[in-house]
């Protein structure tokens, strides 16, 4: 049964097998809770969106049709979780960067270890700096690795449009870190 596809299980879900939404949990709670600490860092939060998604996705289940693709199907709800929780506690979404650890070992040089870390501190940061929309852009095609066909169906766009936006967004991200890298 594990070997079913996502819109095999959710059309069983759908139909009042519930139980195998756990399936789909089990799939997609790592993907979500990144997708949701990436726009807040905050894990606890994260957490709590993950379990809204699957709270909504029982009380919705019967807008989902064959047709739909799981996945974009499940990241517009993210989506429209994370929204929600945006304008119900009406703050900014951009957090301070967290600390980042990061290990040394036997064959790390030093100075290059130090750069790596500001690189990925700056990294933070520039992304935080970008719009909400550019933002999710940037997370859902290169973090969750989604296709542009699947980004742009989550974000009410079509596939050339979701390219052209990923890209402009990246071009920004670039800009952006080299000038925080400039200082």
């Known amino acids: 049964m594990n070997t079913l596809s996502d819109n095999s299980l959710m ?36 957490e709590d969106l993950v379990q809204n998604v699957f709270v909504k996705i029982l009380k919705y289940k019967h807008t989902y049709t064959e047709e739909s693709k799981f ?14 929780n945006f304008k119900k506690n009406k703050k900014h979404v951009h957090k301070d960067i967290d600390d980042i650890g ?13 750069i790596k870390n500001e690189n990925t501190i700056n990294l933070k940061k520039a992304i935080n700096l970008l719009s909400p929309e ?5 997370i859902l095609s290169k973090f969750k690795e ?11 766009c079509t596939e050339g ?22 200082r």
């Open 11 to 46: 059309l069983k879900v759908k139909n009042g097998d519930t139980h195998k939404l756990g399936l789909l949990y089990e799939r997609y709670k790592k993907r979500l809770f990144g997708f949701f600490y990436q726009m807040n860092k905050d894990a606890s939060l994260s």
């Open 71 to 84: 996945v974009v199907w499940l990241f517009q709800i993210a989506r429209n979780t994370s929204y929600d």
């Open 102 to 114: 990061y290990s040394l070992n036997g064959h790390d040089d030093v100075g290059e270890a130090i």
């Open 134 to 138: 550019k933002k999710e852009f940037i």
């Open 146 to 156: 989604l296709k542009y066909k699947e980004v742009g169906e989550i974000m009410g």
């Open 161 to 182: 449009n979701a390219r052209i936006k990923v890209h402009r967004a990246l071009n920004e991200l670039k800009d952006i870190f080299l000038t925080l890298e400039k």
